[in-house]
């Protein structure tokens, strides 16, 4: 009998490492949010065989990224004129993430980035999915960049509900 319990207490311990491992916390001066990994199942997504696990060395770069290029034409052209406050430098760090990276055909690597104000995700908890609302404004919003080249692209800013 003690034999079984300790089989099953290890198999428990065992899974929960093994799921824990699947997103990772990453908390910066200037921003905050969970890592996932290839291997974590996303709908609408693309397969495992196209995603990429991130490390914080390459969030620190896409953060980078994102912090150069916040007051760019690109992204100030894809807000909406009635977002208040806009995005911007001042305010990106209000924002948590979440991270999502896979590889194109000719192996850069492109990181989406999922934006939102923790205090408007309700019970939603962002270490197991990704947070996605209807409506919200900016205070939800999401963006591809691509670290190989340094390019933005696919940004999208929820409508007011």
């Given at each position: 009998m003690k034999k ?8 428990f311990a065992i899974?929960?490492f093994?799921?824990s ?7 910066e001066?200037?921003?905050?949010g ?6 974590h199942s996303?709908w609408?997504?693309?397969p495992e ?7 914080p ?11 150069d290029?916040i007051?760019?034409?690109?992204v100030k052209?894809n ?5 208040k406050p806009?995005i ?6 209000k924002?948590?993430r979440?991270?999502v990276g896979y590889?194109t055909d000719?192996?850069?690597i492109?990181i989406w980035?999922n ?5 408007n995700?309700?019970?939603?908890d962002?270490a197991l999915?990704?947070?996605s609302v209807?409506?919200?404004?900016y205070k939800?919003?999401?963006i ?10 696919n940004m ?6």
């Amino acid at each position: 009998m003690k034999k079984t319990a300790l089989i099953i207490i290890s198999i428990f311990a065992i899974s929960s490492f093994a799921y824990s491992q699947n997103v990772i916390y990453v908390k910066e001066k200037c921003y905050e949010g969970y890592i996932f990994s290839k291997e974590h199942s996303i709908w609408g997504f693309p397969p495992e065989k196209e995603r990429y696990t991130l490390s914080p060395e390459d969030i620190s770069r896409v953060e980078k990224i994102l912090r150069d290029s916040i007051n760019t034409y690109y992204v100030k052209s894809n807000q909406k004129a009635y977002i208040k406050p806009p995005i911007n430098r001042k305010t990106l760090i209000k924002y948590m993430r979440q991270y999502v990276g896979y590889l194109t055909d000719s192996e850069e690597i492109v990181i989406w980035v999922n934006l939102f104000m923790k205090k408007n995700i309700g019970n939603q908890d962002p270490a197991l999915d990704i947070i996605s609302v209807q409506g919200g404004g900016y205070k939800f919003w999401s963006i591809h960049i691509n670290i190989t080249t340094k390019e933005l692209s696919n940004m999208q800013v929820n409508e007011i509900s």
